[in-house]
């Protein structure tokens, strides 16, 4: 057991960023709106998002009420390290331009993205080059000279370890960049002509300014920040041409999809968990005190004042379905869940290791992918039940991290596409022990999105009531004791794999790159 009770049954006021104190817990005040008897009975809100493998939008009434969702898969799938911004643009404009069909003017946009993504523009506002994705690690040298030139630990993941290994190793797209920007930067600054760095809060930033000055980068080369919700502009004459929504459709800071999947879940009550599971996966804990763990990252809430915000990630959760998926020639999300079910809890004690893009968590620093304890017995049943096992055992680790520092999580919002699976949701409960609640609406980033949009427009006082007026809750699936012993037993062993390889990892690494 990992130690914690197993269940059966903005605006923020700040006077300079550059003089806070780290991780300073920051007042949110409540911003004035408009109360609702005094709105328009069709008004709407958008709330978009740029994944990693598609682009989308949703509508949105002031209530949560879903209207509509476009999905637009990007037409070149991208590499790892990198993808092109126009994909992204392209993807973006098509999702808007289908919800926004025939429905007049939304009281609001708000776009947020996956990250930490890089995307460098020139002068005229074009990309100098591909953008350079968050699953990317190779600044791992520049992230080591960052870490000791400030004291602290910074992963290669992060955004300026990038734009170091950017202007090392293509200083032709660095020299020619005037603006080094995000992906939902991208998105707004296409939508709006502004260019600015959204941010969630003063805590959670992509860059800081002791990170510009320690990698030696040119501070002019990275817009202020602006807080999610803050108005950024209006839509242009230009873009509502390409994307059939009203000119001067006003236009609010979105934020990162961790951020976007806690609001739109409403993971924002002590013990709380959100777990974000697309391509990759997240694990975030709403608790009211602050835990020094290097394998976590923990700042303060950014939607609930006094609480803070403690997450995990895990790089190729739902990569490792679409991975063994290619393998056995399935390509369908749902064929391959239908297949698990031929398996039996445990999948005949065959473990999977879900490390397929590397890791960005200390916890598994260096680590690779793969089955441990294949025998001729194996089908392909086994492996892919192994795979959303695999997965479900990484989630627990992460919990017991967070156990271990004092927190206890009381149940687990799910959200993304693993969340429209009953199997995958039910494993989820099973192993970790906890409550799994669904939502009924399972792209929780998009309706973030719209819950930004809605505070921002003033239709809420604050994210916290915008969340909860906005979020339901759909099923929820409950831990069986018959799998217990079991799960207990594969998740010890699971657990025990890492630290077991950590230096075949290691020497893996230094040999194939």
């Known amino acids: ?82 993808a092109d911004p126009q ?12 919800v926004a069909q025939d429905r007049g003017r939304p009281a609001g946009i708000s776009i947020g993205s996956q990250g930490p993504s890089v995307v460098a523009l020139d002068d005229a506002g074009r990309p100098t080059g591909p953008a350079i994705l968050w699953m990317d690690l190779r600044a791992e040298e520049e992230a080591e000279i960052l870490s000791k030139r400030l004291g602290r630990t910074i992963s290669p993941a ?49 860059w800081s300014e002791d990170e510009i000055a320690g990698g030696g980068l040119d501070r002019s080369r990275f817009p202020d920040h602006k807080i999610m919700g803050e108005p950024i502009g209006e839509v242009t004459a230009k873009a509502a041409q390409e994307i059939g929504i009203h000119e001067g459709t006003p236009v609010y800071v979105g934020a990162p999809d961790f951020v976007e999947s806690i609001l739109g879940t409403a993971s924002t009550e002590k013990g709380m968990v ?11 804990l709403c608790w009211d005190q602050k835990i020094k763990d290097h394998r976590l990252y923990c700042r303060p809430h950014p939607a609930a004042p006094g609480m803070w915000h403690l997450g995990g990630t895990i790089a190729s959760t739902g990569k490792s379905l679409e991975w063994i998926g290619r393998i056995l020639g399935r390509t369908s999300f749902e064929d391959l869940l239908e297949m698990a ?30 089955f441990f304890g294949l025998t001729h017995r ?24 967070m156990v271990e ?10 959200t993304g596409s693993q969340a429209k699976s ?31 949009a809605a505070f921002g427009a003033g239709h809420y006082p604050d994210l916290q009531t915008a969340c909860r007026k906005m979020v339901r809750q759909g099923a929820r699936f409950y831990p069986r004791e018959e799998t217990k012993e079991i799960y207990d037993r594969l998740c010890s062993l699971h657990g025990k794999l890492y630290p077991a390889l950590e230096e075949t990892y290691r020497e893996l690494g230094e040999t194939f790159n």
């Open 378 to 401: 194996h089908r392909g049943d086994d492996l892919v039940r192994a795979v959303v096992e695999g997965c479900a055992y990484s989630i627990r680790h992460l919990l017991s991290v």
């Open 274 to 284: 959100c777990d974000r599971a697309g391509t990759s996966e997240g694990v975030d």
């Open 1 to 82: 057991m990992i130690g914690f009770e197993r269940v059966y049954i903005a605006n923020i006021a700040v006077s300079s960023i550059l003089t806070m104190p780290s991780y300073i817990q920051v007042q949110i005040y409540r911003k004035p709106y408009t109360p609702s008897e005094q709105r328009s009975s069709n008004m709407y809100l958008i709330g978009a998002d740029l994944g990693t493998t598609c682009a989308k939008a949703g509508a949105f009434d002031e209530e949560g009420q879903f209207l509509s969702l476009a999905v637009q898969k990007y037409p070149h799938p991208s590499k790892i390290e990198e």
């Open 158 to 206: 992060w955004f300026m370890p990038k734009v170091m290994w950017l202007k090392e190793h293509r200083p032709g797209m660095y020299r020619r960049s005037r603006f080094i920007i995000q992906a939902m930067d991208y998105a707004v600054f296409r939508l709006t002509g502004m260019i600015s760095t959204g941010v969630a809060s003063p805590e959670i930033v992509p």
């Open 422 to 452: 009953d199997l995958w949701n039910q494993v989820k409960a099973d192993v970790t022990g906890l409550v799994i609640v669904a939502p009924q609406i399972a792209e929780g980033e998009v309706l973030g999105a719209a819950v930004i």
């Open 341 to 370: 079910k031929g398996a039996p809890p445990g999948s005949e004690g065959l473990l999977f290791l879900p490390h397929l893009m590397g890791e960005r968590n200390a916890l598994w620093k260096g680590a690779r992918g793969g």
């Open 87 to 98: 994909d992204w643009w392209n993807a973006i404009a098509e999702s808007l331009r289908r």
């Open 405 to 414: 520092g004092g927190a206890r999580p009381t149940e687990v919002r799910v």
